[in-house]
């Protein structure tokens, strides 16, 4: 592999130690399961205990929820503490305080303890915690050192079987959607996995959801109702008047019905700074778990500030647009339903443009369900490769796109393909970057660096 042309910065030298250490236990693989994390947890004086938590899982959405829900409770005056995973660019990204990632430093010093803890399980003869259990140790560690409001903590992998899933009592759930996704861990059936995601449900605990399979529904249901948990069915949301423009979307939301109470919570008329007729959906998740926060008593914010907070809203690498002039835009769809959700949005605002897309997956993705969502694009494709281990060889997807009839180019690496993007700019209404997560942070960084506008030159 090529050298990282964004690498010449300079380096914390303490922290890459710190980073090398951490990714060494990423030869423990990912493993399910809850008691490494409870030995790891007990040994750094259980931290999570201490914190106010809103757990948010699902297949798709997610993340989306958990930064509506940052930037309304910022908004409201709380310190919020937000766990999310992958980062895009920097590995700090995935630990937010306050609105600001954690510091190196602090990182180095959070990890130093968990790490420590970590080789005296070994030393024990316990089994070594994962990468994933690492970090969401460090996280709690650190969050529980801050003057923290609430903390959102977004599920990696699943639900019942996930490290964040140590948390025994959340203020909130939040499952924001059911999907195909990970099935060689998780299922291949909706039901399955929608068994998975509903591990995170707690006794009492309100249950905000938004599954459109019916099936899925059920065994979410049926779970909140063994446990009590009072259950908040955002498919019945109102979601209507939907208009749309490349500086976001918006809508009229009407809560009433998921609270079975007509008339009420509504309709507002929600602006949205993020792209996609999904996000409507996950605003409504998020609208929701405020609203159940507030009649709690356990948010102070008006339903009013709430509606205006969340067009503030940004998430990056979540169809985000880099540049206008060239457009240029990225967007981390990196499953099946991701893709979907981007043939809609170019349905939706970029109907009869020429649009050259720049995509690389992972090879244990529904990649042909993928490529199907591209071709509906009709977009001119360049293929390349993910920075990963388990990305699919550029060669490989090249023949996939062929045999289906479609041409694509090929540039192996990840930087010759966007620099051959943006050099090709002049020819097209837009230049689209999709796939993987682990191609759209090198190239979001690549191309935030300043060198678009030279590059296309």
């Known amino acids: 592999m090529k050298q990282d042309p964004t690498s010449d910065r300079k380096r914390n030298t303490a922290y890459e130690q710190t980073l090398e250490r951490i990714h060494s236990y990423m030869r423990f693989g990912s493993k399910l399961g809850l008691e490494r994390m409870n030995s790891l947890l007990e040994r750094i004086g259980n931290p999570e205990r201490q914190l106010p938590i809103i757990h948010v899982g699902g297949t798709n959405g997610k993340g989306s929820v958990c930064r509506y829900l940052a930037t309304m409770l910022s908004a409201a005056g709380y310190r919020i503490g937000l766990y999310t995973s992958p980062y895009l660019e920097e590995f700090t990204e995935r630990i937010e305080f306050d609105g600001q990632a954690i510091s190196q430093d602090d990182l180095v010093e959070c990890a130093g303890m968990v790490l420590r803890q970590a080789e005296a399980m070994a030393a024990a003869g316990e089994e070594s915690p994962t990468e994933f259990e690492l970090v969401t140790a460090i996280g709690f560690l650190y969050f529980s050192r801050q003057p923290v409001d609430f903390v959102l903590l977004e599920v990696g992998l699943g639900g019942r079987g996930d490290s964040t899933n140590i948390v025994k009592q959340p203020l909130a759930t939040v499952i924001s959607s059911i999907s195909f996704d990970h099935m060689e861990v998780l299922g291949h059936s909706l039901t399955a996995i929608a068994a998975e995601k509903a591990g995170i449900i707690k006794s009492g605990c309100p249950l905000v959801a938004r599954v459109d399979d019916a099936a899925a529904a059920a065994v979410i249901k049926q779970r909140a109702a063994d446990l009590r948990a009072p259950y908040y069915d955002v498919n019945k949301a109102v979601i209507s008047r939907l208009q749309s423009d490349l500086d976001g979307y918006a809508f009229d939301l009407e809560l009433g019905p998921v609270f079975q109470e007509a008339g009420a919570i509504g309709p507002a008329r929600v602006h949205l700074g993020m792209l996609g007729r999904h996000q409507a959906e996950n605003a409504a998740c998020a609208l929701t778990t405020i609203e159940i926060l507030r009649r709690q008593g356990t948010v102070m914010i008006e339903w009013e500030q709430a509606v205006r907070a969340i067009r503030g809203a940004r998430q990056k690498g979540r169809l985000e647009v880099l540049s206008r002039d060239p457009l240029i835009l990225i967007d981390g769809a990196h499953n099946a339903a991701g893709m979907q959700a981007l043939s809609q949005v170019v349905r939706d605002l970029f109907q009869g443009k020429h649009i050259l897309c720049v995509t690389g997956m992972l090879k244990d993705k529904e990649v042909d369900h993928m490529l199907r969502s591209l071709y509906d694009m009709k977009v001119d494709l360049l293929v390349t490769e993910p920075d990963n281990p ?47 997560l682990y191609l759209i942070g090198p190239i979001r960084q690549y191309l935030t660096a300043g060198r678009v506008d030279r590059t296309a030159r």
């Open 390 to 436: 388990r990305r699919l060889p550029a060669e490989e997807i090249r023949q996939k796109i062929e045999a289906d009839g479609q041409a694509c180019q090929m540039a192996e690496h990840w930087f010759d393909a966007a620099r051959s993007a943006i050099r090709k700019a002049p020819e097209y209404d837009i230049i689209l970057f999709t796939g993987s």
